[in-house]
């Protein structure tokens, strides 16, 4: 193949390429953030069942979060 013929093959191919990687970058954020999610949600039950609400008040410091996040255990892996 030569020519057009192969010029419009690397085309699709780049363009095919192009997709996947940005298809691929959403899947990964879309994981991250309900990752995010499990994990506060986690964090939150414990405080709760340990009582903790003046912790609970401050979790938008993410200083504190992440300090909670080590006291409890908590890194977002999973544990299959």
């Known amino acids: ?47 709760t069942r340990d009582k903790r609400f003046q912790d609970l008040e401050h979790l938008s410091d993410a200083g504190l979060r992440k300090e909670l996040y080590e006291e409890y255990n908590l890194t977002g892996e999973n544990k299959s």
Do not use: D, F
């Not at 780049?14 to 949600?41: P, R, S, V, W």
């Open 1 to 47: 193949m030569s020519g057009i013929g192969e010029t419009m093959v690397t085309e699709a191919w780049q363009k095919g390429i192009q997709q996947g990687l940005q298809q691929g970058i959403q899947e990964g954020i879309q994981e991250g953030i309900q990752k995010g999610e499990n994990l506060l949600a986690a964090l939150v039950g414990y405080l």
